[in-house]
């Protein structure tokens, strides 16, 4: 096979294939982040076209965000029981199968269905706990690193698509850009056939940074269901008070980043009068400096107090959202914000990751993150609702910032509650 080959040549350069593996995730959730995040530019173009309202769009972007993360759980259990490649190969054909019907959809029923259902069952399949796979079993060292490496894929994800999207849209319509991040998951589905492995052991490797000698047993096979694998972790992970501090930590993550920012900033900004190509460029400069956040943020959760790295990011986050209505919309303070946010869009998740192995162990470490970022997308599905709300009852967008940049107050104080629980849980 072409890993194998791959494998076999890397290792005569002394370079692990674990990076190969970091390589192919980050491309296949940067082009997941394209999908994820492009009905952002499309909100718009559809009231135009079928004259829905922004609560109604809203409400599918919202059940696509809570199915995304009650996803999470159960994905981790089909990566542990039918590997990683199979797994995310049909995650892809299900969103591809989706975006193709979507482009012949007239009623909104149809956007609920297919955008909402279907993609939030697709993209949920991998989401973030793919990444986390990846960093606890490929990597020993440098595991925070990765985790920060694979987040920062959905920053770069906006930097690349969003303002192309924004472009085809407003030149080509609507169902050009999507056919083009159809295009681009085909490719990455063809990158996860040829190159995607499940364990370091599956090419004589131990894991980057392992330097034991002694033979690496095979994974015990899983007997359980999956359904009895992910309800059975979430059974033994609420009763460690941790768990709740991250899951409520993280489900402000979701209202006050892919929620909130990433489905309503674009037609915010038009109501401002930004034109709709310039809002999505400020969207991706936020992709811009998250990407670097992201990456710093994983190097100093292998350095520094995990709890205290999300104190700050929330703290700072927090005060990003309550800074942006005084800004005027104007360059100089949209740009002001797009710097400030963006460095800390999700530089929460590699401390969040590292946290949760810490307190669960490695192998249960995916399990219990899924159920923490199902927390993160029942965050992202309320705020995008209730932006939406408030756009159509209220004719304003600001109300939903507000309540965010409060919120994010409240998560660095519990960030920093975490500290007082010093005892690890049982794996």
Not at 59 to 88: D, E, H, K, Q
Not at 98 to 109: E, G, H, P
Not at 167 to 192: D, F, H, K, M, Q
Not at 369 to 390: C, D, E, K, P
Request: hydrophobic share 55%; with cysteine.
């Amino acid at each position: 096979m072409i890993s194998n080959q791959l494998a076999a040549a890397l290792g005569r350069r002394n370079i692990h294939y674990g990076w190969v593996m970091v390589a192919v995730t980050f491309f296949t959730a940067l082009v997941s982040a394209g999908t994820v995040g492009a009905p952002g530019v499309f909100i718009v173009p559809l009231q135009q076209e079928f004259g829905w309202s922004t609560a109604e769009i809203s409400s599918a972007l919202s059940i696509r965000f809570v199915l995304f993360g009650l996803m999470a759980p159960f994905a981790a259990a089909l990566l542990n029981r039918y590997g990683l490649r199979n797994i995310t190969l049909l995650a892809q054909l299900i969103v591809v199968s989706a975006l193709l019907a979507s482009l012949a959809m007239t009623q909104v029923w149809h956007l609920v269905l297919l955008w909402g259902v279907v993609i939030g069952l697709g993209t949920g399949m991998t989401a973030l706990v793919l990444g986390a796979t990846i960093a606890t079993r490929w990597f020993v060292a440098r595991r925070g690193l990765v985790v920060g490496i694979l987040t920062a894929s959905v920053a770069t994800g906006q930097l690349v698509f969003l303002p192309l999207l924004a472009s085809l849209t407003e030149r080509l319509g609507w169902r050009t850009a999507l056919a083009l991040v159809c295009c681009a998951l085909a490719v990455s589905a063809t990158a996860v056939l040829l190159l995607m492995r499940d364990r370091p052991s599956d090419l004589g490797l131990r894991p980057f940074g392992d330097k034991g000698t002694e033979p690496i047993a095979a994974p015990p096979p899983v007997s359980t269901s999956i359904f009895a694998t992910a309800l059975g972790t979430l059974r033994d992970a609420v009763r460690v008070p941790v768990f709740w501090m991250l899951f409520a930590t993280f489900f402000i993550c979701g209202a006050s980043t892919n929620g909130l920012v990433q489905v309503h900033l674009i037609p915010m900004c038009l109501d401002f009068g930004i034109p709709q190509v310039q809002a999505a460029s400020l969207l991706a400069a936020m992709g811009m400096f998250d990407f670097v956040g992201t990456i710093v943020s994983g190097w100093l959760s292998d350095r520094y107090d995990n709890r205290w790295l999300l104190f700050w990011y929330y703290g700072l986050r927090g005060l990003s959202l309550l800074f942006l209505p005084f800004t005027d919309f104007s360059f100089y303070g949209l740009s002001l914000f797009a710097m400030f946010y963006g460095l800390d869009w999700i530089a929460t998740v590699p401390p969040t990751v590292r946290l949760t192995a810490q307190r669960f162990g490695p192998e249960r470490a995916n399990l219990v993150f899924g159920w923490v970022f199902a927390g993160h997308q029942l965050g992202a599905g309320t705020a995008a609702f209730g932006a939406g709300l408030s756009r159509t009852l209220l004719q304003s967008y600001l109300p939903a910032f507000f309540m965010a940049g409060a919120l994010c107050m409240v998560a660095a104080l519990l960030a920093l509650a975490i500290a007082r629980q010093a005892k690890p849980a049982a794996a």
